[in-house]
Nanobody, 124 residues
Framework: QVQLVESGGGLVQAGGSLRVSCAAS????????MGWFRQAPGQERDVVAA????????YYTDSVNGRFTISRDNAKNTVYLQMNSLKPEDTAVYYC?????????????????WGQGTQVTVSS
């Protein structure tokens, strides 16, 4: 089972940028598709972005498309989420998750392992 640790969250002003990272340990990182999810206060956790095992396929939810970029470095066992033009509504706890298997899937129920989350707060 892969273990995931997020880092890089913090407080940023609206319009600013932030990059969160997720370091994986355990089984072979490149065998996992990765996803970023977020949960705002009082709301359900939802997918933000996902990336295939090789990085060749990516997905973004509509509200972040064009502002966020997901990437991975399989040599460093790390997945990143670069967040630009941040808005107050991006404030949430951001979680990374790993999914084994060959099918690309954005449903959070299909992910096998989760990090502890990192807080991102965007002030207006």
């Amino acid at each position: 089972q892969v273990q995931l640790v997020e880092s890089g969250g913090g407080l940023v002003q609206a319009g600013g940028s932030l990059r969160v990272s997720c370091a994986a340990s355990g089984r072979t990182f490149s065998s996992y598709a990765m996803g970023w999810f977020r949960q705002a206060p009082g709301q359900e956790r939802d997918v933000v972005a996902a990336i295939s095992r090789s990085g060749g396929i990516t997905y973004y939810t509509d509200s972040v498309n064009g502002r966020f970029t997901i990437s991975r470095d399989n040599a460093k066992n790390t997945v990143y989420l670069q967040m630009n033009s941040l808005k107050p509504e991006d404030t949430a706890v951001y979680y990374c998750a790993a999914r084994s298997g060959t099918v690309f899937d954005i449903r959070q129920g299909s992910y096998d392992a989760w990090g502890q989350g990192t807080q991102v707060t965007v002030s207006s």
